[in-house]
């Protein structure tokens, strides 16, 4: 992939990292006060829509979820909320001439 211009950065794995991913995805999908949630999940995202409900806690560390399921989906989702913001934003202004 980097022959073809694609320049991955390795995800920053901390200790506990899985467990403040886990942590992360229910505080997105608990009710607000106000009625809402932090999290939505489109009907186009079918995978992940298969393999949350589907995962099991780890009967050593409750805390965990069972490594050995498939959960290649919930990690990629764990990943997209822990991630560290970046220091300036992507977003710049467009400015049309007149």
């Not at 022959?3 to 505080?27: D, M, T, Y």
């Not at 009710?31 to 999940?41: A, M, S």
């Not at 498939?70 to 710049?92: E, F, G, I, M, N």
Request: charged fraction near 25%; charge should be positive; proline fraction near 4%.
């Amino acid at each position: 992939m980097n022959k073809l211009g694609v320049r991955w950065k390795p995800a920053e794995k901390g200790w506990n990292s899985r467990l403040g991913g886990i942590s992360a995805i229910h505080q997105r999908l608990a009710t607000r006060e106000d009625g809402t949630v932090g999290l939505k999940i489109f009907a186009n995202c079918k995978n992940l829509i298969r393999e949350l409900p589907s995962l099991t806690y780890d009967l050593t560390n409750p805390e965990d979820i069972d490594h050995n399921a498939s959960d290649h989906c919930t990690d990629a989702l764990r990943y997209a909320l822990t991630r560290k913001k970046p220091a300036q934003s992507w977003v710049t202004s467009v400015h049309y001439l007149t």
